[in-house]
């Protein structure tokens, strides 16, 4: 089997036309993920008498949930563009090997996961800014939640392999069948059956569980270019250069667990109970956002590494320039729409009149940085896509640890409960920034780098002939 006959798009077709084409998938798949927990919120949020503080407790759990999908991204997020340069290179037993070395190391992470958090969950709770009214809430949903990790696990963590094949509509389809069982479940275990949290908790398990069974059987089928194999699943080596590379991605999601917990535990001190329902509620309506421009980044990045490991830097240099142009017009677009409606959209969530205020005030402040922080998601698309991770890394700690925990921790002593808020956009735009400066130097370090060591009559590869 040849790159060509892998899937001659990635080497061939259109740069644009195929990034596009790619990434409607990958959106609809990312949606569908988002979609566990924005549906979870919009239902306990409208529970009789007690429907504010379920969904304040169960937003105390998200830096939790967070912290499990990291794990998943570490395995996955670096698993996939490591075997999509190898399927570039044609090396497809080593392609098989990384997806059963990763397949291993999920397994392991997720039974770590489950011991670790159902023994701490309480305290863990309690310092994430848990409150009497909230804490019971968030024990009930986080109890049942956790026993889904595996699956949570190998949901998340194997999908991208079936992407980094340039299969994005079977990865779509992956996740789209959890959500469509999660939707259906949701109603009935909430309301029906009268199980409340515990009852949205038992939906999301069940529907992990499904996806995972689907993406199994995909890829250990003939159906999947690389091959999910009993023998492949075991501790490698090989899992070095993948932590490497999922370390980045890994870090942006372990922080954003770190930047949730201060922003509850701060709001929680300076504001109370409805300014930690109010951040819930925005944090949830981010993750619309970030739905665009992930799924723009797992439509682009198989492009990328693919060709990059096909050594046909034109290509690259064409999907990197989508990675950009999609990444900042989506951020751009999107979070206007939130801060010009911030009233509109709070009232999905509650119709409580002090937390629909707090959100309508704090939305177009939290958000408008948005817009230049797309420069740094362009750059990290790139960047891992490419293979390059230490640079990827600092970018991700720039954000989060370097800027926005400090401010987020410092601010609100001079200025009060907004200083939480207006941590964000500052530490947004200068991340953007920073990211775009350091990205143009290194990309032109690595594209000499390439161009030096290819000889100039070398045949094409992997669609390297094909015109741009």
């Not at 105390?60 to 670096?78: D, Q, R």
């Amino acid at each position: 089997m040849t790159a060509s006959t892998m899937d001659a798009r990635l080497g061939s077709q259109p740069v644009v036309r195929l990034a596009l084409t790619m990434s409607v998938s990958t959106i609809v798949a990312q949606g569908a993920n988002a979609s566990y927990t924005i549906i979870d919120r919009l239902f306990i949020g409208h529970i009789p008498h007690v429907g504010n503080e379920a969904m304040t407790g169960v937003g105390i759990c998200f830096p939790i949930l967070l912290a499990v999908t990291a794990f998943a991204s570490l395995i996955g997020a670096g698993g996939a563009p490591r075997a999509s340069i190898e399927l570039g290179r044609g090396n497809f037993k080593k392609a098989e090997r990384i997806l059963g070395t990763s397949t291993a190391f999920l397994l392991i992470i997720a039974v770590t996961l489950t011991i670790v958090l159902q023994l701490t969950k309480r305290p863990i709770l309690l310092a994430f800014g848990a409150s009497e009214a909230t804490i019971g809430y968030a024990l009930d949903f986080i109890t049942v939640y956790l026993c889904g990790t595996v699956f949570v696990q190998l949901t998340l963590g194997l999908n991208n392999f079936i992407s980094a094949q340039g299969k994005t509509a079977v990865a779509m389809v992956s996740v789209l069948i959890g959500t469509g069982v999660s939707i259906a479940l949701d109603p009935l275990c909430i309301f029906v059956l009268g199980w409340g949290v515990r009852g949205a908790a038992v939906a999301n398990v069940i529907a992990q569980m499904i996806s995972t069974l689907w993406i199994v059987w995909f890829l250990s089928s003939g159906r999947s270019t690389i091959r999910l194999r009993l023998a492949n699943i075991r501790c490698d080596q090989l899992i070095v250069p993948v932590l490497s590379l999922g370390l980045a991605p890994f870090i942006m999601q372990i922080t954003e667990c770190l930047i949730n917990v201060v922003f509850n535990v701060g709001l929680q001190q300076y504001g109370g109970d409805d300014y930690v329902t109010a951040i819930t509620i925005i944090t949830s309506l981010m993750q619309i956002v970030s739905v665009l421009t992930a799924g723009f980044q797992q439509g682009i990045q198989p492009i990328i590494g693919f060709n990059f490991g096909a050594r046909n830097m034109s290509r690259v240099r064409e999907a990197i320039r989508m990675a950009f142009v999609t990444q900042i017009i989506s951020a751009t677009a999107l979070v206007s729409l939130l801060a010009a409606f911030p009233n509109c959209f709070a009232t999905w969530f509650t119709s409580k009149p002090d937390v629909i205020a707090i959100v309508t005030q704090m939305m177009p402040i939290f958000v408008c940085g948005w817009g230049i922080f797309g420069i740094q998601m362009g750059a990290q698309c790139a960047l891992v896509g490419m293979g390059q991770a230490r640079l990827s890394i600092f970018l991700a700690i720039l954000r989060k640890i370097i800027l926005l925990v400090p401010l987020a921790l410092i601010l609100p002593h001079w200025i009060g409960v907004n200083g939480v808020f207006i941590a964000e956009p500052i530490s947004d735009a200068t991340s953007g920034i920073v990211a775009g400066v350091l990205f143009a130097i290194a990309y032109r370090r690595v594209r000499r780098t390439i161009e030096s060591a290819t000889p100039i009559n070398m045949p094409s590869t992997a669609g390297a002939n094909q015109p741009n």
